[in-house]
């Protein structure tokens, strides 16, 4: 069945789509997935400062969530119908679509309720194809985190490794999936990854990209201790796991709370000591797992010195790799996640892992809007398959247009 994933993660910058050909294989113990291609679109600058206004703890109106619901979804069709079109040829079977995180509501370490706006009706009037979206509701309805819910598909990538092998995300927001030799899997978010760095850019210097390209500011810097310890001092790193976290907590007052009293640090020096942050939390989170290798993807892996940090902050014997190596590209491999558990609950299978959420079992994720053909659902396989094998690439997997 060839899929096209949809996401847009917590940075909110752009929208990726990915298109798979999925299949089962070994009697259905096997999923697998060819690699048909990726491609980019950044929200219009007017969407994304919508949104950027939007989100907690800015106050707002429901009709600024009913406009924002709608245009996102329009921004989803959009892409969906290039991907259709670029990626798969005009024969899409189903598109699933993560949407755009806006809130997730957690304290205490307990999940009460998530909301991603993107409405998939506009993805399914304009591609004509059935649309699972809404993912995370399920799993937060049956007691668990809603996320990281890429962690069911991390495991079937990483099940069979040697050692103790790990997968990693830096997105807005760090999370790591584990699988230790002995005792249930592991997933959670570490704490912040980009969020923090991109708000002290854009503090900092309004008049740049937004981001600190290539880690070069951070580079330029010197970790300043002081702040570093009132940052580590954060209660949400002493959570046990299951823990999720998001831009609620980890916003740019957040960050102007954090620098108060620290006036006349240079920039460079707050890059540096936020980029020592995430890769700090990332490593204490690893650390007492014993993880031997650690695959790493999500837009932070395009900065070196983020990258750098890390491997000097995790053990000698962590391998820092890139989750190319498992078949999936860096950028592409959320989207590529999510149209598999697209395709899992298109079947009828579970698109949690339990053990790595915290909820009370398997559920069936999403929700189905059916597009402008006649729905017709497969047979429900009888079993859930327990691993992913990539096959080589049919397509541009690793193509990406960003503006």
Known sequence: MRVVGLMSGTSHDAVDAAAADLTFADGGETLSLVPLGMISAPYEDSLRAALTAALPPAPTTLADVCVLDTRIGQAFAELAVRADRELCADRAELIASHGQTVYHWASGGVVHGTLQLGRPAWIAEATGCPVVADFR????????????????????????RPGVPAALNVGGIANVTALPTAGPPLAFDTGPGNALLDAAVRRLRPD?????????????????????????????????????????????????????????????????????????????????????????????????????ALREELPSRTALLDSELLGLPAGAKEAYAFAVLGFLAFHGLPGNAPACTGARGPRILGSLTPGRRPLHLPARPSRAPLSLVVAPTAGPAGRAERG
């Open 137 to 160: 509701p399920g799993d937060v309805a049956a007691g668990g985190q809603g996320a990281p819910l890429v962690s069911l598909v991390d495991l079937m990538l990483l099940r069979g």
């Open 208 to 308: 740049g990209p937004g981001y600190d390209e290539g880690g070069a500011l951070a580079a330029a810097g010197r970790v300043h201790e002081p702040l570093l310890s009132r940052l580590l001092a954060e209660p949400y790193y002493g959570l046990p796991a299951p823990r999720t976290t998001g831009k609620e907590l980890f916003h740019p007052g957040y960050l102007d709370a954090a620098l108060a009293g620290f006036d006349g640090l240079a920039p460079q020096d707050v890059l540096a000591t936020l980029t020592r942050l995430t890769a700090r939390t990332v490593a204490d989170a690893l650390g007492p797992l014993g993880v031997t290798e650690v695959f790493a993807s999500g837009g932070g892996t395009r900065n070196p010195t983020l990258m750098s």
